[in-house]
């Protein structure tokens, strides 16, 4: 029973990683398949995934196209309910899903001033106000988890997965949080399956030149 997933470029597509992660860390059979959707073949390579227009998109194993992460996170966490998707406290559990809703609707400041770039680690120019509001928040929402850590409900779950990507760009972009959420961060730098997922990255032969910038760089924490 294994599913098909459809991903973009490892070093940026922050969707992807998110939904990478969901099948790399419950044990959930998957072939990965990376689409060029940053060219001109974008219509085409959505062609056979219509009306799926972003990614990650799944294939389940008996043929059902579905996009979108959360939609996939809650039927995964249906189709396997004993993968431990979710904490399965109900307290825990419906904090989990408060803190994955809101990082799939929110935080457009830090989405779109700090993008995932797994290559380098910015010496960048201090946070802009609004970015500033947007790490208070997952400073806010990080201090409501229980741990104990590194991971927000104890367990790695769907919470994690979904904040994969923010702690990276707070990496990349050198952000300033707490030294609790810098040992959160720490936590995602260390997890084979997202050093596996970044050295993928690293050996894929596109190169994205939207994502470059003139800013110093430093090398990668470990």
Known sequence: MTYDLYI???LHSSWSLRGWLMFARFGLPVRTQLL???GPGKDAAFAPLAPARLVPVIRTPSGTVLGDTLAIAETLAERHPDAGLWPSDP?????ARWLVAEMHSGFQALRSNCPM???HVYDAPPATEAVRADLARLEEL???TPGPGPWLFGDYSLADAFYAPVATRIVTWSLPVSD????YVEAHLACPAFRQWRAEGLAESTRITRYDT???TRPWPG
């Open 91 to 95: 307290a825990r559990r419906a904090l």
């Open 36 to 38: 060029d959707i940053y």
């Open 214 to 216: 003139d800013l110093p």
């Open 142 to 144: 990080w201090a409501m």
């Open 8 to 10: 973009a470029a490892r």
């Open 180 to 183: 609790r959420a810098r040992a």
């Open 117 to 119: 770039d797994l290559r």
